[in-house]
Structure formats: structure tokens, C-alpha cells
């Protein structure tokens, strides 16, 4: 049986096997009246209202719905989250306001290293409970795709017990989930003066093939950070996760210009995040490489930060994505809504520009392209209603998500 969802405004980018560049990535398609037709979760059909139901036969349809005109998107792609954290961090959040830099606190065995403490003080349950009640907040604010890393446990035994909570994450709401493995997201205290040991024995020798056994996470990212690991140490890491199969990613350039960008595009890593101090070489380097510039628009409102150069990486050729870096230290924000404004009115893409960075260049950004991201014949019917005429709303309507409904594969979920 089939589903018709009927006058609809949509508005999607156009997958073209790559992705969006340059002056593509702010082409846009609008259908004024549209129409889709659903089969098991994905779009049979997708156009005019009058193409999609010429010749159709409503008794082979279980559900039709008018929607009055509304404004419909796809379902926002979040590629970079580290949604699974057992406690906040409200307090340090209050040191940095008072001035002390997010990098101290981590040196000073805070940041990352107390969420650490956190994991390992929970149970399963616990981590599994906060981590669930945040996904599906976001998915309330229109997130239907989500990236979730590991990285708040650092040794073997944490790693997977997170890498299993956002395993049943995925199992247990509607959202679909990419699991990342990010042991080297700190140096653990205990190898504090053995970070290249850290890296070459733990994680490359020990904690890499044993994850990548358990094929319990697709992607591998490392934070490339002065102080954190090394341009060398991640290149090693990089290196050895592709050897073994993994999908790559790097945290490069958040606060000091270390040329992550660089490795990056040397590596062709699938993405690199956060760029807020990357060099214009390096990132015309990673357009050219076909790197994914992932920015994190709320981190920089967070760290009160100057903004990446969005604008630029558009105009330098460089595919932009967005995400919201959700996380208890450096970014609290799981609103895909939030990052949208933010975007454009602080880093000057357009709205179009914006669109196609939180759905189909972040559907790249993960690897999740060939089914999701854009609305076309073929991909699931995962899908947003917007509370006003068209995406605008998003900036426009400050403080407020825009988003009214949610649908994952054809069906209502928020
Ligand atoms: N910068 C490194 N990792 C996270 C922050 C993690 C944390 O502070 O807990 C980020 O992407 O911003
Ligand atoms: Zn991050």
C-alpha cells in the first residue's frame, strides 16, 4: 500500500552524485504545488501534484494527507554530534564566561577528560537514557539523520560501552544513526607524556582492530588540536583507520591553525570539521581534494569564537555542510534550527547555501547520500513541515524551530 502526501511546497536540493559546490550548492528546486508518493518508506514518485496523481489509482493508497500549501524540506542531516555524555558540564561552561579558554580547562583535567569520569561512572542504562533523550529532541527540531561519536571513554572497554549505547539508539527511535569511533578525542591522563605511545600501541595497535572487528563503528575522527594530538599522530591514526576500512574525519584548525585542513586534503579525509582557523591554502587544498568542510556554527557561539569563513569555502569551491557539534563542553545545542540561523546571518550563506549544508552535503558528510539528504524518486521519505511560506522561516524566525512536523520514512515521528 502507498502513501500520498499532497500540496506541499517543497523545497530540496537536486543530488548529482557529488557533493554541492561552489554555485551549485546554492541551486535549489521548488515544486509550488508538490506531491509525493510513498512505497515502504521511500519516494515513488515526487513532482507536480497534477504529474504525481495522473493516472493514479487511489484504492492502492492506505493514507493520503492534504497539506494545505505547507512548506516542506528534507529531514535535517546532523553529520557531527557527541550526543552520548552521561552529565552536563554547566559549570565550566560559567568558567569560560569568566574568561578561562575551553583548552585550559581540558589541561587542567577537565573538558573532555570529566566526561570521561562521567562514562565510566555510569551505568549502561544511564548513558543510554540521557543519550536517548537528547536524539530525540533533536529529531523533535527536525533532525532524521544523526552522527553520534564515541570519544568520552578512551580506553577499550568505554569506547564500546558508548559505541553500544548509540548503537541502540539507533534501534530504539526513528532516527537513523552513524556511529563514529573517536578514541583519540584526549590524551587519557594516564599517558599524559605518552601521547605518540597513546596513539601507535592503544589506539592504532589495540583499540582500532578491535572495533573494527565488532563492525560497531563506520567512521574514525581524531581532534587534531595544539596540546591534543598532533598534524603527525593524526596522520598515523588516519592512515592506519583507512588501512583497516574505516570512513575518516578530522576535527582540524578549531583553535589554533595547526594544518588540519592540510592533512585533510592530503588524506581526502570525507570531511573536516570545525575550520574556524584553517588557512585559505589549506582549505582550497581540501575543496580540491573533495573534502567536506563540516561547520559548527554553534561552537563558535559557544567558545565565542570568530565564525568559520562559510562564505568563502562556498566561493573557494569547497563542499559546506553544517552540524551542531552537540556536546557538554565546547557546544550544548542539538537544534539543527539554531545552526541554520546561525549560518546565515554569521557566516553569510544564503538560505539556499544553508539548506543544502544541513541535508544533502551533510548526507555526503556521512555517507548517507545514495538514500537520504535530498527529496528525490529513490530516497527515503524523510521529511520536515515548516511553520511559514518557505525555508527562510528558519532565520527569519529567531528562538523559534519552524518546525511543526517530522516525518522518517514516510511516517510521522514528531
Ligand atoms: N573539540 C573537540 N571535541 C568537541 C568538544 C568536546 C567536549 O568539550 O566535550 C568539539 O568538537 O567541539
Ligand atoms: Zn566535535
Redesign the pocket.
Known sequence: MKKLYRNMRIFTPVDGGKPLAGAEQAKISEIKKGAMLVADGLIEKIGAEEEVTKGLDRSQLCFEKDFGGACVIPGFVDPHT?LCFAKRREDEFGMRLAGLPYLEILKRGG??LS?VNAVKGATEEQLFETTKKLALSALAKGTTTIEIKSGYGLSLDLELKMLEVIRRVSFETPLDVVPTFMGA?AVPQEWKNEADRFVDEILIGDMLPKIKAQGIAEFCDV?C?EGVFSVNQSRRLLKAAKAMGFDTKI?AD?VHDLGGAGLAAELATRSA??LLAASEDNLRAMGKAGSIAVL?PA?AYSLKKPYAQGRQMIDWGVPVAMAT?C?????FCESVPFIFGLGVMNMDLTVEEALTATTLNAAYAINRAKKLGSLEAGKQADFVVLDGETPTTLAYHAGSTSVEEVYKLGEKVA
Open positions: 557527541h573538558g573532555i566526561s578525542h581532534f588540536e576535527h578549531e570539521e570545525h559548527l561552537t557539534d556536546n557538554p563542553g565546547s557546544c
